[in-house]
T-cell receptor
Framework: QQQVKQSPQSLIVQKGGISIINCAYE??????FPWYQQFPGKGPALLIA?????SEKKEGRFTISFNKSAKQFSLHIMDSQPGDSATYFC??????????FGTGTSLTVIP | GAGVSQSPSNKVTEKGKDVELRCDPI?????LYWYRQSLGQGLEFLIY????????KSGLPSDRFSAERTGGSVSTLTIQRTQQEDSAVYLC????????????FGPGTRLTVL
């Protein structure tokens, strides 16, 4: 059973548009929800993360929205740029132990 | 400071051979994770170390896979009698478990089994 489900699998957005990637999780004990960005040939890098005591976290053009009751969280990229083209992974973990990753979203931002 | 390093960056081997993949975590990071990423797929958890012990080995796909960590630092992932389906990128990550949960990933080792 997949602990974290991510959608869409791929996303194409025009430059300046908003990119939205969604994730849903099963285990209510999860207490840390990060988003990772991965460029080809590189390891994933932490982009932004949230804990379940807040409903939203914003860092620059990147925002996480968190809905605890629905067990869902999403990444919003405002004013998307071609340099944002990458694969994005959501993840969830409990007490710093095993991380469960989504299957990834390939984002392409068209100039 | 140095990030997580992995070696080799690429490994091509023949079916049936054993391979060893190495991970050097960030100095002082107590937690270390191994993941497998197949082409176009997400990250598949393999094993997690806290210090030198592995409280969670649930992700190892078969008994051909094993891992160890010595001195609370370097870790090696060993795959015995490699199969073609073992071809993937193997990623290592480390984190400071007690202070935050951020994982820092290495660049990965791309394993190709012919």
């Amino acid at each position: 059973q997949q602990q974290v489900k991510q959608s869409p699998q791929s996303l194409i957005v025009q430059k300046g548009g908003i990119s939205i990637i969604n994730c849903a999780y099963e285990n209510t004990a999860f207490d840390y929800f990060p988003w990772y960005q991965q460029f080809p040939g590189k390891g994933p890098a932490l982009l932004i993360a949230i804990r379940p005591d807040v409903s939203e976290k914003k860092e620059g053009r990147f925002t996480i929205s968190f809905n605890k009751s629905a067990k869902q969280f999403s990444l919003h990229i405002m004013d998307s740029q071609p340099g944002d083209s990458a694969t994005y992974f959501c993840a969830a973990s409990k007490a710093g132990n095993q991380f469960y990753f989504g299957t990834g979203t390939s984002l392409t931002v068209i100039p | 400071g140095a990030g997580v390093s992995q070696s080799p960056s690429n490994k091509v081997t023949e079916k049936g051979k054993d391979v060893e993949l190495r991970c050097d975590p960030i100095s002082g990071h107590t937690a270390l994770y191994w993941y497998r990423q197949s082409l176009g797929q997400g990250l598949e958890f393999l094993i997690y170390f806290q210090g030198n012990s592995a409280p969670d080995k649930s992700g190892l796909p078969s008994d051909r896979f094993s891992a160890e960590r010595t001195g609370g630092s370097v870790s090696t992932l060993t795959i015995q009698r490699t199969q073609q389906e073992d071809s993937a990128v193997y990623l290592c990550a480390s984190s400071l478990v007690r202070t935050n949960n951020e994982q820092f990933f290495g660049p990965g080792t791309r394993l190709t089994v012919l």
